[in-house]
């Protein structure tokens, strides 16, 4: 029989992240436990014993053919597998598992309670259970309170430091121990900037600037985009713009990896972040196993079943992005009857529960609108307008959010402006939207110019 809890993860040593990514793994590897879903991870202050570094903390919803004291000693064996030194009670760990829930069960004895005696007390038990299960109530039971779980998070006293989710954007710190994570609920984070890389001949804006390119020249231009503000790079072998003539996989590879290996060369790039702008999942495979970091899908895994295993088993962030269609056809798609941020947050829900489901976990998970994709002026203005409502729409909460109205072609419109290159002042006043709507990263071409924006926007917004 199927039963199902809810583990609380937690790490305050060492790379915390990918800590708890291995005990997700360990806890599937022995065939009796099944991760259905995960939360965010959210960064918090210690409590009780406050001379410690901050903790990781998040919980997953599992699957489970084992009774409660057996899932115990599961959790605890592989606490152990992976070298848990506990110094002092609720002090530093590398690695934290707890049973919070376990179905309807009220459990007590001298090595476990459930529910977990100390859970509603805390903020970063809570917040990450009420983006799995905010509707939900403890068991029934005399000695326990009512009310759901987003009830009593609601009633906890705020913070003086509020938590903040964290999205990693390596896949380990061992192999890029400086490259940064983005915060989303930190009122005072710095928005990232994604910096285009097209290496493609027909790209909309800066089709065949960078084709081509001799290495020296290449990385001349990819050293001006750090220097510039980029934290990463986007590299696209395959133009997506409108009606883009789709090239094969191995020429899509051709164009991307040689870039790869040249940016993981460049000492000058050690802090930056490599993504790679594919929906194929044979080009992400090789080109996050030659070193990029993230996968940047502007299909959200729909145009490639394969997708979204792929990314799962490479174990690296992805980027989903609102598109209906394909580049050939999906201007003819942008018809939202129930309004477009409504529709936006449903389908873009749906591709984050798709990735849930393919095994990738949530801290691992950055949406986009979609901007410019099957979408019409007026779709993309008051996506920009209602920014900070799309964030909250339920189900997201909690997710960061990249967006990239870079030149396009609702902001020619507007400005009048014919040539997308000369786009820059529209871009401009569409980025500061983006960042007071709650942009976590922003996609542009013009990184010198749009960097210095961010960075007004920040010390306005931000604060």
């Known amino acids: 029989m199927a039963h199902r809890a809810y583990i609380a993860l937690g790490s305050n040593l060492g790379d915390r992240v990918a800590a708890i990514e291995a ?108 983006e799995l299960i905010p509707d939900e109530r403890l068991p029934s039971s005399p000695s326990l309170p009512t009310g759901s ?148 899908d502007v299909s959200g895994g729909l145009l490639d079943p394969a997708m979204l295993p792929t990314v799962a088993e490479l174990g690296c962030t992805v980027c989903l992005m609102h598109m209906r269609g394909t580049p050939e056809t999906m201007n003819s798609l942008a018809s939202y009857p129930d309004g477009v941020v409504q529709t936006v947050g449903a389908e873009l829900l749906e591709r984050v529960r798709a990735a849930e489901a393919a095994g990738i976990r949530r801290w691992r998970i950055i949406l986009d609108p979609g901007i410019g994709f099957a979408k019409t002026q007026e779709h993309n203005l008051e996506l920009l307008r209602r920014l900070d409502e799309l964030r909250r729409y339920p189900g997201l909460h909690g997710l960061p959010w990249l967006v990239g109205p870079s030149r396009k072609k609702f902001v020619g419109q507007i400005t009048g402006v014919k040539e997308a290159k000369d786009r820059t002042w529209g871009t401009a006043a569409a980025v500061t939207a983006a960042i007071q709507g709650g942009a976590d990263v922003i996609r542009v071409h013009d990184v010198e110019e749009m960097a210095q924006v961010a960075k007004m926007a920040d010390a306005v917004w931000r604060v």
């Open 149 to 296: 779980f987003a009830q009593h998070l609601s009633s906890l006293p705020p913070l003086d430091e509020p938590i903040s989710p964290l999205t990693p954007l390596a896949i380990t710190q061992t192999l890029h121990p400086i490259l940064p994570t983005i915060t989303a609920h930190s009122s005072t984070r710095d928005t990232k900037i994604m910096s285009i890389l097209n290496l493609t001949p027909d790209s909309f804006s800066d089709g065949g600037q960078h084709f081509n390119l001799p290495p020296t020249t290449l990385s001349n231009t990819i050293k001006s985009h750090i220097s510039h503000g980029a934290t990463i790079i986007d590299l696209g072998g395959q133009s997506t713009r409108p009606g883009a003539h789709q090239v094969s996989g191995p020429e899509e590879l051709a164009r991307v990896l040689p870039a790869v290996h040249l940016i993981r060369s460049m000492p000058d790039a050690n802090a930056i972040a490599i993504s790679v702008d594919t929906y194929r999942a044979d080009v992400a495979r090789e080109a996050i196993n030659a070193g990029a970091d993230i996968v940047n």
């Open 23 to 130: 005990a997700c793994k360990h806890m599937e590897s022995s065939g009796r436990i099944k991760i259905t879903r995960t939360s965010s991870l959210w960064e918090t202050r210690a409590m009780y014993v406050l001379d410690q570094d901050k903790f990781v903390n998040g919980v997953c919803e599992i699957e489970t053919s084992l009774r409660p004291m057996e899932l115990l000693d599961e959790l605890q064996s592989i606490e152990n597998k992976m070298g848990r030194l506990k110094v002092i009670d609720k002090g530093p760990r590398n690695i934290d598992l707890d049973i919070v829930l376990y179905d309807h069960e009220v459990i007590t004895n001298e090595r476990l309670q459930v529910p977990h005696k100390l859970m509603l007390e805390r903020e970063f038990v809570l917040r990450p259970l009420c």
